[in-house]
């Protein structure tokens, strides 16, 4: 399989998980602004989550960039990134279903985690193949924001079960740190 055709493939299915997220905001019954109060939690979890696809989507571009080839190893690497970015849609209907319950904000913070550990093993996967001397290895060898990340996350799991606001937050803030492409990859590739 080339390169090519494994990004489009990604695109695709990630534009299928916006899709799915966007279908699960609902109509409100009425016709008057005080009707769409009820969408708030839903809406608010869709927003986070629209950016963490995002973010996902635009990461796995700058990647793939630097990526000269690919193998069976980086295949599945990338389906399993993919599998973890499928239960997003899932995490965050519960979530907003459920107005941030502690159980939900708990479970939406595992599947990020699982998001991020998924890109690190893709990460991983391509440098394995390309070698340390790659572009990407050496683009990502600050992990800082990686570490602050999984830091939060962790955070924001325990944190879930007593505040699920402060939780919420945390996952906001990782959000926030890499709502900036992460800009590593194309400085290596000048």
Request: with cysteine; charged share 15%.
């Amino acid at each position: 399989m080339t390169k090519g055709r494994l990004e489009a493939f990604s695109d695709g299915v990630i534009a299928i998980i916006i899709t799915i997220m966007v279908l699960e905001l609902k109509v409100p019954e009425g016709s008057a602004f005080s009707d769409l109060k009820a969408l708030i939690p839903k809406f608010v979890s869709y927003i986070l989550s629209f950016i963490y696809v995002g973010i996902y989507w635009n990461n796995h571009h700058h990647m793939f960039q630097a990526a000269k080839k690919v193998n069976g190893k980086v295949l599945w690497a990338n389906l399993f990134q993919l599998f973890c970015l499928s239960l997003i849609p899932v995490a965050t209907g519960w979530m907003g279903e459920n107005h941030f319950a502690e159980n939900t904000v708990a479970a939406y913070g595992v599947v990020l985690i699982l998001c991020a550990i998924a890109f690190t093993i893709l990460e991983k996967s391509i440098i394995g193949l390309e070698g340390r001397d790659s572009v990407l290895a050496k683009a990502v060898k600050n992990n800082q924001k990686e570490y602050l990340s999984m830091f939060l996350y962790i955070v924001g799991i325990a944190l879930s079960f007593y505040f699920p606001g402060i939780s919420t937050l945390c996952y906001a803030i990782v959000a926030a740190i890499w709502l900036i492409p992460d800009r590593r990859i194309e400085k290596n590739m000048d």
